[in-house]
């Protein structure tokens, strides 16, 4: 039932509130002094400030001033008052409370420096005296720099007077407790609030001159209300059985002298690894931030502090043992509780699948081991948004919970739910807290509210608050606890406990929460109930009271940017992770089948190095210049030792080949290896030997080289591109001799041969037609899954004619040619005739005028993929003036279209029986990208090979698609899944700056429509979203796919695909992704669905290209065990990917094999190869056993991630 509130009740509390605080609170913003220069402290006198200017307040009521590091003094001189209107200040406590925006704040109390502050430390209240004496002067001067990248601004300056005494409370202390208490009553009880309005009428406002018998006068009011049990209790049993019943509303418990709902308090300082301060600076704001708890923690034992990041904790055991040591008391006694469950806090949408798995099990090992306990609490608070997949992880890792603040700060919708369960399409379900923001202090009112908030949300009355200090640092300050102690004495307040975060979420569980029968989801890929198929392990107990049920990915409406600001991080992220996922799996196939020595320390390190790049301030890009610089040199260590790793595994492994007899004296052995779970045909280049490519040398081509890694920046390049960058460069592993040859560069061919002896197409690419190395492309045909071919390079005889006749659109060229090269003459001969690529998937044409695809002819399916407008249009956008700017894209930077990209040539590069490469060059503002289009024989696939030399500030630049096809929802690439999210939600009926606003109750909109509305307002806020490998846009039994070898940023129309290329922002750092760049993408026409197609395998192929190894002639292989062409495994099913296959972590006998389903269907999983291994028991993430009905063939749920223990076959079991 609602009751009306009485208005007049309202005003007559509100202002007799307002009245209590002006008795000792007075507002000191507009009272400051200012001088926009830098002056030494010595001169900030009254002489001399007093002659200054007042300050002018802006619209917002803030001393505000101009960005850019400015420096600005404000100074005031307070002369303490016998009294505030009318009520005796004597011996009362006096201290300022600012809060401010500022670089650097340096506050000064009568010359003399007391505190500092800056971005993060943004709030104090500074003690100016702790007995007042009327008269007395106090110099406040405080001296500000302005942020870099916006204004400063100085928003509160509070005199407080406070009392001393514990049985005499201060006039504002009181307004506070009636403050808290009409909140309370207006959300619970409203129409107790005439009993609130008639006990504060009591009060003898005639006698505030007398501060004794004002202050009785107070006494009595708290008296009354406290024997109101109306009040105190907030309703009665009655009432409240009444409201239960017809609301379904869980009341709050009293007793009737306090409210009995809790505020449990957890100290926090929230430490960014790297964000506008370089890693070495973290370390040092660690240590200040926990001996400060730790000292704090003597005076108050109560005080709880969590921190997570093992990573943190790792490097404090090896450089303050003393210190790491403490902790792991303070854990034991239950003072200090390790949270996360991760390396670190790591970005989650960015990271593929194994990345997230490493965080969880090399985290958790870290505290197991060093602290003797699993964290049980998913601790996240600062990422960016969360993939969908996220619980599935976290349960398999031994985690309970899952807390974030993040989605608070959404710009659209509010998220709605505080406490509830979130599933991943698989089926598992973590339960979930929308916790308060962190970097809080103990302000009763604003804890009131929240706490107001939650109970209206969730129906749950307790909640938890996390003060202290963040960002950099800090925790919880002696003033904080001072509050909190205070407020825990007061009966009209919450009750105030320190706790743990496992504690608190555990209780909320056994306090009656299950899962719903109703879900709340926008996943559109069936995801299954839970299913029996799942181990009990994953789930979560079942008790009393609902909670809602959220089936979706927790998108941040905020910070979209971050999926593509500092590509070189995007690029080295996907290259490493690729590249370990490789080292691990060639080194334990060298082991098992070579006998080789796997080297586990040296991948474990590199591992952690790659995950603590992950952190949600360097991998998104939001950091500092020097943090990237430093970034930089971490993944070229993790590169380069898994890259050596990689190159010795495949050594071993091709020196246990067998080989058959050569088809030429001089022919040299290749072994391509398949680093992934099912047979492929593709392209391949080798690198001749007339001139083998020297490591790290400029002008090499990734396109061609694909027996190495590309290599990334070794830091952010300079302005103008000054200086030889590697991102233009090729690392390719040299012949390891120089084999007979008759003469130099393109004098002697040579051939390809299967093992077999059969002869191979092939195409020459030679140093004349580009800047890159002599290299030979054929079709490495049928290599096996997770397995290797031989093949044979020979030398050719006989010579290519000087001259050939370029082909007819009718006729491809290498109709008569099965080896050939061309002079750029004749190359140039064919821009005469025309701009088409074509193979047996497609004929592409591309626009003479402007570089864009004009069209792209599905030759299997007879169909136009593209729309008429064109495919591959580049479109920049203006994309400045947003605050957070290496974070945020501009909402309305599609109202900013900068003129098209401006074509300035275009040539063939290649064009024969293996591939096509047609290269446009097209100029954006100061930039230029150079882009080739490359179609090779046997695949459906157009790729993009791009390289751009960057120097835009403030742009924006997207590859568009418009596609003839019209779709109401796009698929993307998660890790370890696949999410659909609509191409044109609907427009709702509300305002995007109302959209948080709570609908409820609106005479005129109907729960069922409100739900709608907010669910609409969410799919409009996701114009930029994040993927992985690829998109897909499917309808009518026919779709296009767009894939990307480093990108993440998408967005999408019915009928358009766009993937997000650049960006440009200047703050933090002024040279993100000034420079050059280099990545591929690629378009991928199919019939029927995406998981019909196999795009999940598509994206895979392009970022793990298969493997070329080229051994030296002479070896007879008579000891060799292994044939000219294996497969050491094989998961039996077509829709299951690898995602790892490592030695056990606690037995170097046993195997890890983990992989997932891809396609959203249920598969069989069956071990094959000749791997020699075999399943004995299916763990979870961190290798711990689960049950398995059958160790050789399991079925695996849609969407589940899969980990078997396995050990080697004995050797008669082996094929």
Same mark, same amino acid.
């Given at each position: 039932?609602?009751?009306?509130?009485?208005?007049?009740?309202?005003?007559?509390?509100?202002?007799?509130?307002?009245?209590?605080?002006?008795?000792?609170?007075?507002?000191?913003?507009?009272?400051?002094?200012?001088?926009?220069?830098?002056?030494?402290?010595?001169?900030?006198?009254?002489?001399?400030?007093?002659?200054?200017?007042?300050?002018?307040?802006?619209?917002?009521?803030?001393?505000?001033?101009?960005?850019?590091?400015?420096?600005?003094?404000?100074?005031?001189?307070?002369?303490?008052?016998?009294?505030?209107?009318?009520?005796?200040?004597?011996?009362?406590?006096?201290?300022?409370?600012?809060?401010?925006?500022?670089?650097?704040?340096?506050?000064?109390?009568?010359?003399?420096?007391?505190?500092?502050?800056?971005?993060?430390?943004?709030?104090?209240?500074?003690?100016?005296?702790?007995?007042?004496?009327?008269?007395?002067?106090?110099?406040?001067?405080?001296?500000?720099?302005?942020?870099?990248?916006?204004?400063?601004?100085?928003?509160?300056?509070?005199?407080?007077?406070?009392?001393?005494?514990?049985?005499?409370?201060?006039?504002?202390?009181?307004?506070?407790?009636?403050?808290?208490?009409?909140?309370?009553?207006?959300?619970?009880?409203?129409?107790?609030?005439?009993?609130?309005?008639?006990?504060?009428?009591?009060?003898?406002?005639?006698?505030?001159?007398?501060?004794?018998?004002?202050?009785?006068?107070?006494?009595?009011?708290?008296?009354?209300?406290?024997?109101?049990?109306?009040?105190?209790?907030?309703?009665?049993?009655?009432?409240?059985?009444?409201?239960?019943?017809?609301?379904?509303?869980?009341?709050?418990?009293?007793?009737?002298?306090?409210?009995?709902?809790?505020?449990?308090?957890?100290?926090?300082?929230?430490?960014?690894?790297?964000?506008?301060?370089?890693?070495?600076?973290?370390?040092?704001?660690?240590?200040?931030?926990?001996?400060?708890?730790?000292?704090?923690?003597?005076?108050?034992?109560?005080?709880?502090?969590?921190?997570?990041?093992?990573?943190?904790?790792?490097?404090?055991?090896?450089?303050?043992?003393?210190?790491?040591?403490?902790?792991?008391?303070?854990?034991?006694?239950?003072?200090?509780?390790?949270?996360?469950?991760?390396?670190?806090?790591?970005?989650?949408?960015?990271?593929?699948?194994?990345?997230?798995?490493?965080?969880?099990?090399?985290?958790?090992?870290?505290?197991?081991?060093?602290?003797?306990?699993?964290?049980?609490?998913?601790?996240?608070?600062?990422?960016?948004?969360?993939?969908?997949?996220?619980?599935?992880?976290?349960?398999?890792?031994?985690?309970?919970?899952?807390?974030?603040?993040?989605?608070?700060?959404?710009?659209?919708?509010?998220?709605?739910?505080?406490?509830?369960?979130?599933?991943?399409?698989?089926?598992?379900?973590?339960?979930?807290?929308?916790?308060?923001?962190?970097?809080?202090?103990?302000?009763?009112?604003?804890?009131?509210?929240?706490?107001?908030?939650?109970?209206?949300?969730?129906?749950?009355?307790?909640?938890?608050?996390?003060?202290?200090?963040?960002?950099?640092?800090?925790?919880?300050?002696?003033?904080?606890?001072?509050?909190?102690?205070?407020?825990?004495?007061?009966?009209?307040?919450?009750?105030?406990?320190?706790?743990?975060?496992?504690?608190?979420?555990?209780?909320?569980?056994?306090?009656?929460?299950?899962?719903?029968?109703?879900?709340?989801?926008?996943?559109?890929?069936?995801?299954?109930?839970?299913?029996?198929?799942?181990?009990?392990?994953?789930?979560?107990?079942?008790?009393?009271?609902?909670?809602?049920?959220?089936?979706?990915?927790?998108?941040?409406?905020?910070?979209?940017?971050?999926?593509?600001?500092?590509?070189?991080?995007?690029?080295?992220?996907?290259?490493?992770?690729?590249?370990?996922?490789?080292?691990?799996?060639?080194?334990?196939?060298?082991?098992?089948?070579?006998?080789?020595?796997?080297?586990?320390?040296?991948?474990?390190?590199?591992?952690?190095?790659?995950?603590?790049?992950?952190?949600?301030?360097?991998?998104?890009?939001?950091?500092?210049?020097?943090?990237?610089?430093?970034?930089?040199?971490?993944?070229?260590?993790?590169?380069?030792?898994?890259?050596?790793?990689?190159?010795?595994?495949?050594?071993?492994?091709?020196?246990?080949?067998?080989?058959?007899?050569?088809?030429?004296?001089?022919?040299?052995?290749?072994?391509?290896?398949?680093?992934?779970?099912?047979?492929?045909?593709?392209?391949?280049?080798? &690198? *001749?030997? #007339? @001139?083998?490519?020297?490591? %790290? =040398?400029? /002008?090499?081509? $990734?396109? +061609?080289?694909? !027996?190495?890694?590309? &290599? *990334?920046? #070794? @830091?952010?390049?300079?302005? %103008? =591109?000054? /200086?030889?960058? $590697?991102? +233009?460069?090729? !690392?390719?592993?040299?012949?390891?001799?120089?084999?007979?040859?008759?003469? %130099?560069?393109? /004098?002697?061919?040579?051939?390809?041969?299967?093992?077999?002896?059969?002869?191979?197409?092939?195409?020459?690419?030679?140093?004349?037609?580009?800047?890159?190395?002599?290299?030979?492309?054929?079709?490495?045909?049928?290599?096996?899954?997770?397995?290797?071919?031989?093949?044979?390079?020979?030398?050719?005889?006989?010579?290519?004619?000087?001259?050939?006749?370029?082909?007819?659109?009718?006729?491809?060229?290498?109709?008569?040619?099965?080896?050939?090269?061309?002079?750029?003459?004749?190359?140039?001969?064919?821009?005469?005739?025309?701009?088409?690529?074509?193979?047996?998937?497609?004929?592409?044409?591309?626009?003479?005028?402007?570089?864009?695809?004009?069209?792209?002819?599905?030759?299997?399916?007879?169909?136009?993929?593209?729309?008429?407008?064109?495919?591959?249009?580049?479109?920049?956008?203006?994309?400045?003036?947003?605050?957070?700017?290496?974070?945020?894209?501009?909402?309305?930077?599609?109202?900013?279209?900068?003129?098209?990209?401006?074509?300035?040539?275009?040539?063939?590069?290649?064009?024969?029986?293996?591939?096509?490469?047609?290269?446009?060059?097209?100029?954006?503002?100061?930039?230029?990208?150079?882009?080739?289009?490359?179609?090779?024989?046997?695949?459906?696939?157009?790729?993009?090979?791009?390289?751009?030399?960057?120097?835009?500030?403030?742009?924006?630049?997207?590859?568009?698609?418009?596609?003839?096809?019209?779709?109401?929802?796009?698929?993307?690439?998660?890790?370890?899944?696949?999410?659909?999210?609509?191409?044109?939600?609907?427009?709702?009926?509300?305002?995007?700056?109302?959209?948080?606003?709570?609908?409820?109750?609106?005479?005129?909109?109907?729960?069922?429509?409100?739900?709608?509305?907010?669910?609409?307002?969410?799919?409009?806020?996701?114009?930029?979203?994040?993927?992985?490998?690829?998109?897909?846009?499917?309808?009518?039994?026919?779709?296009?796919?767009?894939?990307?070898?480093?990108?993440?940023?998408?967005?999408?129309?019915?009928?358009?695909?766009?993937?997000?290329?650049?960006?440009?922002?200047?703050?933090?750092?002024?040279?993100?992704?000034?420079?050059?760049?280099?990545?591929?993408?690629?378009?991928?026409?199919?019939?029927?669905?995406?998981?019909?197609?196999?795009?999940?395998?598509?994206?895979?192929?392009?970022?793990?290209?298969?493997?070329?190894?080229?051994?030296?002639?002479?070896?007879?292989?008579?000891?060799?065990?292994?044939?000219?062409?294996?497969?050491?495994?094989?998961?039996?099913?077509?829709?299951?990917?690898?995602?790892?296959?490592?030695?056990?972590?606690?037995?170097?006998?046993?195997?890890?094999?983990?992989?997932?389903?891809?396609?959203?269907?249920?598969?069989?999983?069956?071990?094959?190869?000749?791997?020699?291994?075999?399943?004995?028991?299916?763990?979870?993430?961190?290798?711990?056993?689960?049950?398995?009905?059958?160790?050789?063939?399991?079925?695996?749920?849609?969407?589940?991630?899969?980990?078997?223990?396995?050990?080697?076959?004995?050797?008669?079991?082996?094929?």
């Amino acid at each position: 039932m609602n009751h009306p509130v009485t208005s007049s009740a309202t005003n007559q509390i509100s202002a007799s509130i307002a009245r209590l605080r002006q008795l000792t609170q007075v507002d000191t913003l507009a009272s400051w002094r200012y001088c926009p220069a830098d002056l030494p402290v010595e001169e900030i006198t009254p002489s001399n400030f007093l002659n200054w200017s007042l300050v002018q307040l802006n619209p917002k009521g803030h001393i505000a001033w101009s960005g850019g590091c400015q420096v600005l003094w404000l100074a005031q001189q307070l002369v303490i008052p016998y009294a505030l209107q009318e009520y005796p200040l004597t011996n009362l406590c006096l201290r300022l409370a600012l809060t401010w925006w500022a670089e650097d704040v340096q506050i000064f109390i009568n010359g003399t420096f007391v505190q500092s502050g800056d971005l993060l430390d943004y709030f104090t209240r500074v003690l100016l005296s702790e007995s007042v004496t009327p008269g007395e002067e106090i110099i406040v001067a405080l001296r500000l720099v302005s942020p870099s990248h916006c204004d400063g601004a100085l928003m509160r300056s509070v005199c407080i007077y406070e009392s001393t005494t514990p049985d005499r409370l201060e006039p504002g202390f009181i307004a506070d407790e009636l403050d808290v208490l009409q909140r309370y009553l207006a959300a619970f009880n409203p129409k107790h609030l005439d009993i609130l309005a008639a006990a504060i009428s009591q009060i003898d406002w005639q006698v505030l001159e007398d501060r004794e018998l004002f202050d009785r006068s107070l006494t009595t009011l708290r008296q009354t209300l406290q024997s109101s049990k109306p009040v105190a209790g907030l309703w009665d049993k009655e009432e409240r059985e009444d409201k239960e019943d017809k609301e379904g509303f869980s009341c709050l418990p009293n007793t009737g002298d306090r409210i009995q709902s809790k505020i449990y308090l957890l100290g926090h300082a929230h430490l960014d690894m790297a964000w506008l301060w370089p890693v070495a600076e973290t370390w040092k704001a660690a240590q200040r931030t926990f001996e400060s708890v730790l000292n704090l923690q003597k005076d108050f034992p109560d005080l709880i502090f969590c921190h997570s990041t093992p990573a943190l904790y790792a490097w404090l055991e090896e450089h303050r043992p003393d210190l790491f040591a403490t902790i792991q008391n303070k854990v034991k006694s239950g003072q200090w509780e390790i949270v996360g469950g991760m390396w670190i806090e790591p970005d989650l949408n960015l990271i593929d699948g194994e990345s997230i798995v490493r965080q969880i099990l090399y985290g958790q090992r870290y505290v197991q081991a060093k602290f003797n306990q699993l964290s049980t609490v998913a601790w996240v608070p600062d990422t960016f948004g969360f993939c969908a997949t996220l619980p599935q992880f976290l349960k398999q890792g031994g985690i309970e919970y899952f807390v974030t603040q993040k989605l608070a700060w959404n710009d659209t919708t509010k998220f709605p739910y505080g406490a509830f369960w979130w599933q991943s399409p698989d089926g598992t379900q973590i339960f979930s807290l929308m916790s308060a923001l962190i970097g809080e202090s103990i302000d009763p009112i604003k804890m009131a509210s929240y706490a107001v908030d939650w109970q209206l949300k969730t129906k749950l009355p307790d909640v938890l608050w996390l003060p202290g200090v963040g960002d950099h640092g800090g925790g919880p300050t002696r003033d904080m606890l001072e509050i909190a102690q205070r407020w825990q004495k007061s009966p009209f307040f919450p009750q105030l406990q320190f706790t743990t975060a496992a504690n608190y979420l555990s209780q909320l569980c056994r306090g009656g929460l299950h899962q719903p029968s109703i879900p709340s989801s926008t996943v559109d890929l069936n995801p299954p109930p839970v299913s029996d198929k799942n181990p009990s392990h994953y789930q979560l107990p079942i008790t009393n009271h609902p909670l809602p049920i959220w089936q979706d990915e927790l998108y941040l409406e905020f910070h979209r940017g971050c999926y593509t600001t500092h590509a070189d991080q995007k690029r080295w992220n996907r290259r490493c992770s690729g590249l370990l996922y490789q080292a691990e799996l060639f080194s334990s196939l060298a082991t098992i089948a070579a006998g080789a020595t796997y080297p586990k320390a040296e991948l474990e390190d590199a591992w952690k190095k790659a995950l603590f790049n992950q952190f949600h301030d360097i991998l998104p890009g939001t950091s500092i210049t020097q943090v990237f610089v430093e970034a930089n040199q971490v993944w070229q260590e993790v590169e380069q030792v898994a890259t050596q790793i990689l190159a010795a595994s495949l050594d071993q492994i091709a020196t246990q080949i067998s080989l058959p007899p050569p088809p030429h004296p001089d022919a040299l052995p290749i072994i391509i290896f398949n680093p992934l779970n099912w047979q492929r045909s593709e392209v391949v280049a080798i &690198p *001749l030997p #007339d @001139s083998p490519p020297s490591p %790290g =040398g400029a /002008g090499a081509d $990734p396109i +061609w080289s694909q !027996v190495a890694p590309t &290599p *990334l920046p #070794d @830091s952010p390049p300079s302005p %103008g =591109g000054a /200086g030889a960058d $590697p991102i +233009w460069s090729q !690392v390719a592993i040299p012949l390891p001799y120089s084999p007979p040859c008759q003469g %130099g560069a393109g /004098g002697d061919l040579w051939q390809v041969f299967d093992h077999q002896g059969q002869p191979l197409v092939t195409q020459l690419r030679t140093a004349v037609l580009t800047t890159n190395p002599s290299a030979l492309l054929f079709i490495a045909p049928d290599i096996p899954s997770v397995g290797y071919r031989l093949f044979w390079l020979c030398p050719q005889n006989s010579h290519i004619p000087n001259s050939i006749n370029f082909p007819s659109e009718s006729e491809p060229i290498w109709a008569h040619l099965s080896h050939y090269e061309y002079s750029i003459a004749q190359k140039n001969e064919i821009a005469t005739k025309n701009w088409n690529l074509e193979n047996e998937f497609l004929r592409v044409t591309v626009d003479p005028e402007t570089g864009n695809l004009s069209s792209s002819f599905d030759k299997i399916h007879q169909r136009e993929i593209l729309d008429k407008t064109g495919g591959n249009q580049l479109q920049a956008f203006k994309d400045s003036g947003q605050y957070w700017d290496a974070w945020n894209i501009d909402p309305n930077y599609e109202q900013h279209p900068l003129p098209p990209a401006e074509l300035k040539s275009i040539e063939w590069i290649d064009y024969g029986p293996i591939e096509q490469r047609l290269r446009v060059v097209r100029q954006i503002g100061q930039s230029q990208f150079c882009q080739d289009y490359i179609l090779q024989t046997g695949s459906p696939v157009l790729k993009i090979a791009t390289k751009v030399d960057w120097q835009e500030r403030g742009v924006l630049v997207k590859a568009a698609f418009p596609l003839n096809l019209e779709a109401e929802s796009a698929t993307y690439e998660i890790a370890c899944g696949a999410i659909s999210r609509p191409t044109q939600p609907q427009k709702a009926d509300a305002k995007e700056e109302d959209a948080g606003t709570p609908r409820r109750g609106d005479a005129e909109m109907g729960e069922e429509d409100n739900a709608t509305c907010q669910r609409e307002l969410r799919e409009k806020a996701k114009w930029e979203v994040p993927a992985i490998g690829w998109a897909d846009l499917t309808t009518d039994k026919y779709g296009v796919s767009l894939l990307n070898d480093c990108k993440y940023g998408y967005d999408s129309k019915p009928n358009q695909l766009r993937l997000t290329l650049l960006r440009s922002p200047s703050w933090p750092d002024p040279e993100a992704d000034r420079g050059y760049h280099e990545f591929t993408y690629a378009i991928y026409p199919h019939g029927n669905s995406w998981q019909s197609a196999h795009t999940v395998r598509r994206g895979y192929e392009l970022n793990q290209p298969l493997q070329v190894r080229v051994m030296p002639p002479g070896r007879e292989g008579k000891e060799a065990s292994l044939p000219p062409v294996g497969c050491f495994l094989d998961l039996g099913a077509q829709n299951l990917i690898l995602m790892a296959l490592k030695q056990s972590e606690d037995n170097p006998q046993q195997w890890i094999l983990r992989c997932y389903e891809c396609h959203g269907a249920a598969a069989d999983l069956s071990l094959g190869g000749n791997g020699g291994l075999a399943i004995a028991q299916m763990v979870d993430l961190l290798e711990r056993a689960l049950p398995i009905p059958d160790p050789k063939t399991s079925q695996i749920s849609p969407w589940q991630i899969v980990s078997f223990q396995c050990q080697k076959k004995p050797a008669q079991e082996r094929e």
